[in-house]
């Protein structure tokens, strides 16, 4: 499914600027406003970083992006970091490091992973003290890709295994 992704990754975010994905991102940040604030964030099959560019203005202290195509993650990487530089953010040189918005604001991370495969991920911005996972674990195009039952249930084990307690 990966060189799918590779070889659509174009057209694909042409689509996500389409009217109804601007009416989509609408309803998902009201739909997740309660829980983002300063919450640690992880996006399940992130693809171009539509949705993981947004969590951190809408109040995630970190995010981390999971996706099985090395091309959609480049992007997702360039899009972070061209909205960040007109921020005015620094320390963005490296493409596959993890990047700060700023000396001290959150984070983004990017994972080449296949979500459909249970995996534990480790966020940023853990403070001492905290748990481990996720306050948030978001996928807005992932469990459409399961191919079956077992699939679906590995998608979920993944969630699961990544939700803190409580989150």
């Known amino acids: 499914m990966s060189s799918q992704y590779d070889t659509i990754q174009a057209p694909y975010d042409l689509l996500r600027e389409t009217s109804i994905a601007c009416i989509e991102r609408e309803n998902v940040q009201t739909a997740i406003a309660p829980f983002i604030h300063g919450a640690r964030v992880l996006e399940l099959a992130c693809g171009s970083g539509f949705y993981t560019r947004e969590f951190l ?14 091309r959609m993650l ?12 007109a921020a005015g953010a620094v320390g963005l040189d490296d493409p596959s490091s993890s990047f700060p918005l700023s000396n001290d604001s959150p984070r983004v991370d990017f994972i080449h992973a296949d979500c459909g495969e249970p995996m534990l991920y480790k966020p940023r911005g853990k403070d001492e003290g905290e748990g481990e996972g996720f306050d948030v674990v978001f996928g807005a195009w992932l469990l459409n890709y399961a191919a079956d039952r077992e699939g679906l249930v590995r998608m979920f084990q993944n969630v699961c295994l990544n939700l803190r307690e409580g989150g």
Not at 74 to 85: K, Q, S
Request: net charge positive.
């Open 57 to 70: 203005p809408w109040g995630a202290r970190a995010v981390v992006g999971v996706d099985i195509s090395e």
């Open 74 to 85: 480049a992007e997702a990487r360039r899009r972070v970091r061209v909205g960040a530089g």
